[in-house]
């Protein structure tokens, strides 16, 4: 599975972005798909993830502000953030899983800077 991430860049804070990450391979390996993110100096931390059957997660830290959909025809999976703030900063990795398996796929990054 390769995964290709994009739409990063530098917003204002309060403003919006959304990023796309393009899946090659089976939607086997596709079942879980997540965005993670880590910022400088720090470990890499879990941001929203969405499976095949519709079950979405977010980190506390961007619930009601941003939101994980997947794209089956296309097999994509976008991440729409809004009311960006300077601590969403970080480098935005797309990640799959399949949902049997320790398999664990990930693209390259996107960065994201949220200026004040």
């Known amino acids: 599975v390769q995964l290709q991430a994009s739409g990063g860049g530098l917003v204002l804070a309060g403003g919006s972005m959304r990023l796309s990450c393009a899946a090659s391979?089976?939607?086997?390996?596709?079942?879980?798909m997540a965005w993670y993110r880590q910022a400088p100096g720090k470990q890499r931390e879990f941001v929203a993830s969405i499976t095949r059957a519709g079950t979405i997660n977010y980190a506390d830290s961007v619930k009601g502000r941003f939101a994980i959909s997947m794209h089956n025809a296309e097999n994509t999976v976008s991440l729409q953030m809004d009311i960006l703030k300077p601590e969403d900063t970080a480098v935005y990795y797309c990640n799959s899983k399949p949902r049997y398996g320790r398999d664990n796929y990930w693209g390259q990054g996107t960065l994201v800077t949220v200026s004040s």
């Open positions: 391979g089976s939607t086997f390996s596709t079942y879980n």
